[in-house]
């Protein structure tokens, strides 16, 4: 992810997997709320990954595009909030790209999906993805690690976050709305997380 062509070459692989799992992530969401998502994010990734940046200079600023063209086509409460995500990391992202910066862009991005969704750990979200992920990255920060193994760490923290959502009753979104019936299935927006970060570790350097 360090330069503008990483994050072009990651954007096409996240919208060729979103294109792929649409059904199963509708599916989630059908049992959750309104059947919508993976239609959502294979939408808003196939924009994302339909941006020239033949004119852009920096991963911060392609960072931006992103989030800007996943505000403007995903739509419902996950479009603001995934593109609020890349809004503020891409704010954030740091000129010479090492663990510690990813680790601080990616801690601002999710402090602001938080505050816009006011949703904590716990309440079966996106959230319950990215925190852990967030955290494996400044743990492997704190530790010494390179982006090439940080990355591969966020993505399993963020895959076991995703799971552990199975468990969890719904307190936010739609799915608050089916809380009772909530449990035994995994969020879908913890499963796109999982599928972001996931990705975003195969374009390490
Ligand atoms: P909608 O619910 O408007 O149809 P989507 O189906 O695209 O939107 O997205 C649903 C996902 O958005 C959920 O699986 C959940 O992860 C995430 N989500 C919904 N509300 C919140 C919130 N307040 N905070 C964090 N994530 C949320
Ligand atoms: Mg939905
Ligand atoms: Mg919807």
Partial sequence: MGGVNAVAAWLGDCAREFARRADELDELDRLLGDADHGTNMRRGTEAAGAIDLSETRTAAEALRKVGMALVSTVGGASGPLFGTFFL??????????????????????????????????????????????????????????????????????????????????????????????????????????????????????
């Fill in 88 to 205: 503020r990391t891409g704010a954030a992202w740091p000129s010479q790209v090492t663990t510690a910066g990813v680790a601080r862009a990616m801690r601002a991005g999710l402090d602001a999906v938080v505050i816009r969704g006011r949703a904590r750990e716990g309440d079966k979200t996106m959230v319950d993805a990215l925190a852990p992920a967030v955290r494996a990255l400044e743990s492997a920060a704190a530790a010494g690690q390179d982006l090439s193994e940080a990355l591969p760490a966020a993505a399993a923290a963020a895959e076991r976050g995703r799971d552990a959502t199975r468990d969890m009753v719904a307190r936010r979104g739609r799915a608050a709305l089916k809380a009772d019936t909530s449990v035994g299935v995994i969020d879908p927006g913890a499963v796109s997380v999982a599928i972001i970060v996931t990705t975003a570790a195969t374009h390490v350097r």
